[in-house]
């Protein structure tokens, strides 16, 4: 099994930046799907970003397109993503999960295993 582990969350005031982490652990391997996604209270789960974990390709919904980044550390099995110009519209709960494949990377359904989160909050 996998286990997934986020931090670097916190509260940021508008315009800023944070970068994420989520430590992954187990049964992680080369050719699995790590993806961030995030909800806020209210509205539905979000896609983020994924990433070929021990790959090169990234992936990134039209809408959070330049403004986000996710990238890894293979060495240290732990995968980031950095938001940059953070918003309000920005705050909810960061998630990260792994799915088997990156066949449909954008898609929530098929990631399998999930941390617990870690909260953005973003203030004006």
């Known amino acids: 099994q996998v286990q997934l582990v986020e931090s670097g969350g916190g509260s940021v005031q508008t315009g800023g930046s944070l970068r994420l982490s989520c430590a992954a652990s187990g049964d992680i391997r080369s050719g699995n799907c790590v993806g961030w996604f995030r909800q806020a209270p209210g509205r539905e789960r979000e896609t983020v970003a994924a990433?070929?974990?021990?790959?090169?390709?990234?992936y990134y919904p039209g809408s959070m397109r330049g403004r986000v980044t996710i990238s890894q550390d293979n060495a240290q099995n732990t995968v980031y993503l950095q938001v940059d110009r953070l918003n309000t519209e920005d705050t909810a709960m960061y998630y990260c999960?792994?799915?088997?494949?990156?066949?449909?990377?954008?898609?929530?359904?098929?990631?399998?295993?999930w941390g617990q989160g870690t909260q953005v909050t973003v203030s004006s």
């Open positions: 990433i070929d974990f021990g790959g090169e390709s990234t």
């Open positions: 999960a792994s799915a088997p494949t990156c066949g449909v990377p954008l898609g929530s359904h098929v990631y399998k295993t």
